[in-house]
């Protein structure tokens, strides 16, 4: 099992600038931290690597779609196209960051909607555009963990029934999926059985609480959670996602209205502690708990 830190906390656009808290965050204990990719090109991908090299940090990808002219299931052919090109820039940035993974809502755009539920005319583009986005994964050497939002965010996928279909139908390696413990909160009838049912195609967790603040402080089922990823044999990434108001566009687009900790530090800090906790009761006999 790996721990790490999404930077979405801070910042969109990680830089030489954040090496003092990258290097708390592995002072910490993390074994990595989650990067995003939005802008920039390879080039500047690869020196971040260097330096989360030089820190002692692994890292994965994170990204998001929040362009109209990046749809992949528009019924525009065109559009379609641009928004697998999009990807493809997304996968070779990863890939020159050393990571082998990118996460995100990388199957329709952030925020838009049409009303109504997905067509299946909808799915079936969506389908289609993520088995060429596979084919740029497996190319970079990356793959792709799609991630159900809820109902707020996005309507394409809101549950990990919906999303595990659509990546069973897309049939792809390189095309995978995420669980994140603030979406299925809200979605899930059952969060725990989601993640068990689904957990052949999950390849990576974000670890966030229902108020998206300090994991522990609100009501997620945090024992039953890790129980069942020790259940199902779940060895890889529990990344902590967390946001705040720093970067205004980016608390416009998750809802973000106020403040969910004192400080960031205790939301990295605090969320360490938390998982380390956790896992470790997880994989104890109940009677020395």
């Not at 330096?51 to 779609?65: I, P």
């Not at 838009?112 to 986005?133: D, L, N, Y």
């Not at 229902?210 to 994991?215: A, F, K, L, Q």
């Not at 779940?234 to 106020?258: C, H, M, N, Q, S």
Request: aromatic content about 8%.
């Amino acid at each position: 099992m790996k721990i790490g830190m999404c930077m979405f906390l801070w910042t969109t656009s990680v830089g030489p600038e954040h090496e003092p808290l990258l290097a708390d965050i592995r002072e910490t204990g993390f074994d990595g931290v989650e990067i995003p990719v939005f802008e920039g090109e390879p080039d500047g991908y690869a020196r971040l690597g260097n330096l989360l090299d030089a820190l002692g940090l692994k890292r994965t990808a994170v990204s998001a779609l929040g362009d109209p002219a990046h749809d992949l299931i528009s019924p525009s052919a065109e559009v379609r196209n641009t928004a697998v090109d999009r990807m493809r820039w997304v996968l070779e940035c990863s890939a020159a960051l050393g990571a082998d993974r990118v996460s995100g809502p990388l199957h329709s755009v952030l925020g838009q909607f049409s009303g109504e539920g997905p067509t299946a005319e909808e799915v079936k583009r969506a389908v289609e555009s993520q088995q060429h986005i596979g084919e740029h994964a497996r190319d970079a050497g990356v793959t792709v963990g799609l991630e159900a939002l809820n109902r707020f965010e996005c309507y394409l996928v809101n549950t990990m029934d919906d999303l595990c279909d659509l990546v069973r139908r897309v049939g792809h390696p390189n095309i995978k999926a995420m669980y994140d413990t603030f979406h299925a909160n809200i979605e899930e009838a059952d969060p725990v059985a989601a993640l068990t049912r689904n957990k052949d195609e999950i390849i990576h967790i974000h670890i966030s609480e229902n108020d998206r603040g300090v994991p522990g402080r609100g009501h997620v089922d945090w024992p039953k959670i890790f129980a069942a990823i020790e259940a199902i044999g779940y060895d890889e990434w529990l990344t902590i996602e967390a946001f705040g108001r720093g970067l205004p566009d980016l608390a416009a687009a998750t809802k973000v209205w106020r403040d969910f900790a004192e400080n960031p530090e205790a939301v990295y800090r605090g969320g360490y502690a938390h998982i380390v906790q956790c896992w470790r009761e997880a994989h104890s006999p109940p009677g020395r708990r």
